[in-house]
């Protein structure tokens, strides 16, 4: 990954860890994050302990540490997920699958220094999968993550008040599997202060099982959850009374754990893949509500099949998507992110400038492959100025948490502009 363009901008930081894709899942929220002035970013350095770094915007010049923080890198789900809160203190969890919690946060503003791991709320915290932190508007922060195992778990939602410094428990169960199934969300946080909230069902292990892409939003931030349609949802969310954006069937090589995006008007948008009945090929789709109904498009760029079974990581010829969209005047735009073997598993980006077509136009934004990485971006700074950087590393996943021989690999940010495609 040697080449810049004139629209790309591509910035090294350090060598990680590759063996797997531990570094590049995308539910990495957040693998980078900025704050003011800054940008942080973690991963997983060359010996498996987790590497923090920060530069400021538009440096090139990192400052790297090594924390005493070790994980299991064998497992592609124990990913690094970090924030910093309105405060500048920086928190991060690290190396769950269904392992008590590991949490710690900064000594001070702006620190690379980490205090000893704490707990949060001291509940449910010994069986935690896919952590992902949120801030909201305040400056407060939301932690979601799975408590119990695939196809048996429940959807947790803890807050952070800046002022006391304290962790409380929202919801021990947001969205009820009904000790039948379990709910594979993606969220993201709006101008507004609105939490956005997809999620797929799936009903065993096996990643066939996936149906129905599922929406539900919060307007108090994180207390009570509504509908699209402002309706209020009695909590816990169950597969009976959850509002459906798509109805998708089992065996339709649906993905979980996906990306969504909304745009300054509180506009709702999920990127994801799967195979619509008659066809054998999973296309990249979007979902997303305008006015008063949700819309689906389908990209129909790819050209080759490929079957989604069984449990643990997959090795999968094509990544999940990323999703940023943005307004125009009266336009609705957006871009989705990707990595795609008949494209050389390249860094690529699918773009529509008016929403109200289907018209979808496809470009790599560098000549080089990156394995099986998986995108992953700054949401922070995009949602405050726009910009769009990537965190970018080639790494190679082995079906079923197998694990590569490589060496370690650069990790990168890549910065762009969409809006300029």
């Known amino acids: 990954m040697n080449e810049n363009k004139s629209d790309i901008n ?3 930081v350090d060598s990680g860890w590759a063996n797997n894709s531990v570094n590049t899942t995308i539910f990495r929220k957040n693998s980078i994050v900025s704050f003011r002035d800054t940008q942080f970013i973690s991963f997983y350095n060359r010996e498996g302990f987790v590497e923090l770094g920060k530069r400021r915007l538009g440096s090139s010049k990192w400052e790297l540490r090594t924390t005493s923080f070790k994980g299991n890198v064998n497992d592609a789900h124990n990913v690094i997920s970090i924030i910093v809160d309105g405060d500048g203190f920086l928190h991060m969890a690290w190396d769950h699958h269904n392992n008590p919690l590991h949490y710690a946060r900064s000594k ?3 620190s690379l220094d980490m205090d000893a791991t704490v707990v949060m709320t001291g509940k449910q915290e010994s069986r935690l999968s896919y952590p992902e932190f949120y801030k909201l508007t305040n400056g407060n922060l939301l932690f979601f993550y799975r408590d119990g195992g695939s196809g048996n778990g429940n959807l947790v939602l803890n807050q952070y008040d800046i002022h006391s410094r304290q962790w409380t428990t929202l919801h021990s169960n947001l969205i009820d599997g009904e000790k039948q199934r379990s ?3 993606q969220a993201c946080t709006d101008d507004r202060g609105t939490i956005h909230l997809s999620w797929v069902w799936r009903e065993t292990p096996d990643v066939a099982s996936n149906h129905d892409l599922c929406y539900a939003r919060s307007t108090d931030g994180g207390k009570t ?4 349609s402002g309706e209020k949802y009695e909590l816990p969310i169950k597969e009976s009374t959850a509002e459906i ?5 089992p065996q339709s090589e ?3 754990q996906t990306s969504m995006y909304a745009d300054a008007s509180g506009n709702p948008y999920i990127a994801t893949y799967w195979r619509e009945q008659g066809s054998t090929i999973p296309q990249y789709h979007l979902v997303f509500k305008s006015s008063d109904h949700w819309k689906t498009q389908s990209m129909n760029f790819r050209t080759t099949s490929f079957s989604l079974s069984g449990a643990g990581t997959k090795r999968i010829p094509i990544s999940r998507p990323q999703i940023v969209a943005w307004q125009t005047g009266n336009r609705l735009a957006a871009a989705v992110i990707f990595r795609d073997e008949e494209r050389g598993s ?5 773009f529509n400038k008016d929403l109200s077509k289907s018209e979808w136009t496809v470009k790599d ?6 394995g099986s990485w998986e995108p992953t971006y700054d949401t922070e700074l995009w949602k405050v100025k726009g910009w769009l950087q990537l965190f970018v590393q080639k790494v190679e996943q082995v079906d079923a948490e197998g694990s590569a021989n490589i060496p370690p690999q650069m990790v990168y940010v890549l910065e762009c502009d969409p809006k300029k495609f």
Do not use: D
Not at 225 to 228: F, M, Y
Not at 346 to 350: E, F, I, L, P
Not at 365 to 370: E, Q, Y
């Open 10 to 12: 591509i910035v090294p």
């Open 108 to 110: 001070s503003p702006g």
């Open 183 to 185: 709910a594979y969300w």
């Open 225 to 228: 959850w509504e509908k699209s």
């Open 245 to 249: 954006a798509q109805r998708i069937p």
């Open 254 to 256: 649906l993905i979980n």
């Open 346 to 350: 390249k860094v690529s980006v699918a």
């Open 365 to 370: 934004l560098f000549s080089s492959s990156v």
